[in-house]
């Protein structure tokens, strides 16, 4: 008798809310695989039956996730392929998988990700903000104190903040951010995909006002995107602009108190600092 190879565990990416987002790839996974593990079978049961397939479905969350690791681990290894689905978007992403996936590659199961739909991806692409470098946060914690001190910790960060957030606490966390990030700009990006998409721009308290103004834009499901600190992102750049000057001026031969004069002149500060920056960059420390 031929041992069966062992199956593959797809994460497929399924549309945030247009269904025309759909690729024809994970439309085609869905329906060959043997069996597909969905967050909400009852919610995932429509998608599926929009694209006319029919396969076995067990459900798998955060309530049940490292239960359900053993169970698909034996359906691989019976030689069964399997669709991992979250309710919209890509699974892991502040969805249930990670367990699973990390267990799976642990015990070296084949894992292939569909590349697809994700609100955090979509939104950024629209905010008109920094997007060569970003935070994904998740989502706030839901406790005022605890939620008051993860922006605290996140206050300095020269990236852009992106993080979800649901419609019955948008505006607390308009609020908190008001307290913490006055100034900053910040885009509302809600319903995305959907009839109702709107990208909404400001400051937070001129996004509260928004809102009190048109009560509709607190409905819906929100990512949250706030500037980096620009002080932060200033002091970066000074030190990418230091640190070429040094790089070329050692690269032309120049001497390093020479060196040291042109950099204190062109970046201000004291020429010593600079003299020992330039010594430990020749002996490679």
Excluded at 6 to 13: I, S
Excluded at 51 to 64: A, D, F, P, Q, Y
Excluded at 144 to 155: C, D, H, I, N, S
Excluded at 201 to 213: D, P, R, V, Y
Aim: proline letters at 4%; aromatic letters at 6%; charged letters at 25%.
């Amino acid at each position: 008798m031929t041992h069966r190879k062992a199956g593959t565990l797809y994460v497929v990416a399924t549309p945030i809310g247009n269904l025309e987002d759909m690729t024809p790839r994970a439309a085609r996974i869905l329906g060959e695989v043997d069996r597909v593990a969905a967050e909400d079978t009852r919610h995932s049961a429509r998608l599926l039956s929009h694209l006319g397939v029919k396969v076995s479905m067990l459900s798998l969350h955060e309530h049940n996730e490292a239960q359900r690791v053993e169970t698909l681990d034996a359906y691989l290894e019976a030689g069964e392929n399997i669709a991992l689905i979250s309710d919209a978007g890509t699974p892991l992403i502040s969805d249930p998988g990670f367990v699973l996936v990390r267990e799976l590659r642990a015990r070296n199961r084949h894992v292939v990700p569909l590349p697809g739909a994700c609100a955090l991806v979509t939104a950024l692409s629209g905010a008109g903000l920094p997007t060569d470098r970003f935070v994904f946060c998740g989502f706030l914690p839901a406790k005022q104190g605890a939620r008051r001190q993860q922006l605290v910790e996140w206050k300095t960060r020269a990236e852009t903040l992106v993080f979800y957030e649901s419609p019955h606490r948008i505006q607390a966390t308009l609020e908190a951010l008001h307290e913490q990030f006055d100034k900053r700009r910040i885009v509302l990006a809600r319903e995305l995909t959907k009839t109702f998409e709107t990208f909404l721009q400001g400051t937070a308290s001129e996004l509260l006002a928004m809102l009190e103004e048109d009560p509709n834009q607190a409905r819906g499901e929100f990512v949250v995107m706030v500037e980096g600190n620009k002080a932060e992102m200033d002091l970066e750049f000074q030190e990418i602009k230091a640190q070429t000057l040094l790089d070329a001026l050692l690269a032309e031969g120049v001497g390093v108190k020479q060196a040291a004069s042109v950099a204190a002149r062109l970046m201000g500060g004291r020429k010593q600092v600079w003299y020992a920056r330039l010594q430990a960059i020749k002996s490679g420390d």
